[in-house]
């Protein structure tokens, strides 16, 4: 005796592209908003990153200026400032703090949350949004490289707990996007050059010519082209989603998490540096260490591994972190080796790592040798003495 | 310059009857958790309601006996005992003592979480399987009468903040749903009866064979005959099924839930009596509720009121509860009317009441009126006197 329970939920959202979101002439937001008709004006809450409310000041009378000349969307309360970067992610703090204001200014199913900031506020403010009310909608608008290029573009949310990354989260696809290219011209250096990295991983996972595209414009890139930094995030965020909807698995059920490239030392060395490292610094090194270690294991011939290196080196990455190695400076830190059971353990079942053949093409496999690894480290060893600048 | 991201998920689980599930030789939660094969032997933590373990003190033997005789599942842990009923909700204690036990015993992805319990037990720790590492696979063994025809078979979980029902959770289809109906024989009488009020209310909206079914079948129900409570779960939960598959809207995007019909009310007594009152029991007096209000409203012929009043009364129900009135006792509770708007911004959008027009045949309203629902309490004191037992 059973019932059989099936059915199917589609999901779909925009990813936008445009500059000067708030000028009182744009009409996007308002547009994304009201697009499915009310008979009352809607309610948005803003939640906007401390980093960049320090950095554009004027940001939160723009936006107050904004709402107010749009007929049909009104503020629920005076926006909330939450600290930005990883920190936000550490403790419930910042987190209970937009749950409050959902509560407070009773913002319903059908009310926004707009989270403007950083990958790390997107997540948390994405995830609060996801499961007050069960799910309430929520606009993401990525401040930085990474967020507008990576994980911003895509369906998953998250806070650290238990001091483990991204330990509490869900699959929750935003209401939209909104890439707004002028908030780029404000990052700090780190900031501006650290999201890069993810588009090299997707450049060497999925597409030869975006990294051709990429070997082509590493100057401009790292001289602030804006021009050129609006076609890498537009080519890496349609790769990223593509993957997200051509997987057959856009809410990883199954143990192959390919945009994971790079990323399992990546997690490893951003929890050993207490985050010091950013996620995109420490994924240019997990790339450069699994390239590295795919050349060892004999996948990837001399020449092909170098010149991935280069284009690290050539977007200002470094390449090698001294946590790579134990105390001594003689051996592999045994600490990373962690890394590769705590990542096998967030994705459940079996490793499943991510490497790399020829630019364009990945394949998995199971298991990592110690010793290979070992080789990869020193490898970078000397690739940061090549490299060094 | 836009980039559309668009995909489908499809949920699958299968609700499955049987009774002795953890006799040796019942081959189900077995055949459950290895049906997708695995070389290494599948990890499973149990969450067990405090309030079945009293009664069945035997039971964690019997899992533990039944588990060590399978070859390919293994305990990740000793069975995790959490407080049940709407207490386990409350606060987050017991939450996070699920999620500790998830780190602790680094239960993955592809591991199970186990929740054998009442509805509140269910959901509780639903959402902690939802949420960590971004949703663990999650089987539900519900024992009550409530959670086996209703909560149990859906795929809403959560747990209340702020002192709001439900505040926190999300949608998460489990794994598997199994009903032992065996559980059911030794609940208490509040138990057994208060689970029956789904199945009129899904009756109502869905399905006047059903109805009449009940109708023939409510002295069989109330002497605790298992055959009749077995029909009444099967085709309770097969329609609160069915409606969530047929709905086009199984994550309730939109503004109407007629399975939450006579639920404003219900979720309001239960908060204005803290919990005193069983949801069940809750339920049956909003039913009552809003079926005088139908009467009153024009909505419903009185033959017909009365005729749902006294099913609810033959099956053990009450239908008033002195909360509905002020402590003058001449006037309707305030607090009662304040339920409607709560109710609305736990919904999000416009007040959408489901109203029944003919038994088995629903329709949605878009206001209740206050001298209507006045009129309506009134009715139910003194329906409560002709059917006082």
């Known amino acids: 005796m059973k019932i059989n329970q099936n059915f199917s939920i589609n999901y779909t959202y925009d990813i936008l592209f445009t500059r000067e979101l708030f000028a009182p002439s744009n009409p996007l937001l308002n547009d994304v908003i009201t697009k499915n008709g009310s008979d009352k004006a809607i309610k948005i809450a803003f939640v906007i990153d401390k980093g960049l409310n320090d950095c554009q000041p004027e940001l939160i009378s723009k936006i107050e200026n904004y709402v107010s000349k749009q007929e049909k969307i009104n503020m629920a309360c005076p926006p909330l400032i939450v600290i930005g970067g990883e920190e ?9 703090k937009v749950l409050s204001i959902v509560n407070d200014a009773k913002i ?44 911003g573009v895509g369906v998953k949310n998250g806070i650290n707990y238990f001091g483990k990354k991204n330990f ?17 011209t404000t990052l700090d250096e780190r900031d501006w050059r650290s999201g890069m990295s993810e588009a090299i991983k997707v450049a060497l996972i999925k597409n030869q010519e975006f990294f051709l595209w990429l070997e082509k414009n590493a100057i ?18 349609q790769l990223h989603t593509d993957h997200i909807s051509n997987s057959n698995d856009p809410f990883e059920m199954g143990s192959s998490r390919p945009l994971d490239f790079g990323h399992w030392a990546a997690h490893k060395l951003e929890q050993l540096t207490k985050f010091e490292v950013k996620h995109g610094e420490a994924v240019a090194i997990g790339i450069a260490l699994d390239i590295a270690y795919a050349m060892h294991a004999g996948f990837l011939d001399t020449p092909t591994t170098d010149r991935i290196l280069k284009l690290l080196s050539d977007l200002g990455f470094s390449l090698f972190h001294p946590l790579l190695l134990d105390p001594t400076g003689t051996k592999v830190n045994p600490e990373l080796i962690k890394g590769l059971e705590e990542f096998r353990e967030h994705l459940g079942g079996e490793l499943t790592i991510t490497m790399v053949e ?32």
């Open 88 to 96: 936000t992610k550490n403790s419930t703090e910042e987190f209970v």
């Open 108 to 151: 319903d199913r059908h009310a926004f949350v707009v989270a403007i900031g950083g990958g790390a506020v997107l997540d948390m403010v994405g995830f609060a949004s996801a499961i007050a009310h069960r799910g309430i909608r929520h606009i993401r608008i990525p401040t930085t490289v990474l967020s507008q290029n990576d994980s």
């Open 168 to 184: 509490l989260g869900n699959f929750a696809p935003p209401f939209a996007v909104i890439n707004d290219l002028t908030f780029l």
């Open 220 to 237: 401009a890139l790292s001289n602030r082209d804006l021009d050129a930094m609006e076609k890498l995030v537009f080519d890496c965020a």
């Open 358 to 389: 020829k630019i364009g093409e990945k394949f998995d496999v199971h298991e990592m040798n110690s010793e290979w690894i070992e080789k990869a480290v020193f490898t970078l060893v000397e690739k940061k003495e090549m490299y060094a600048y």
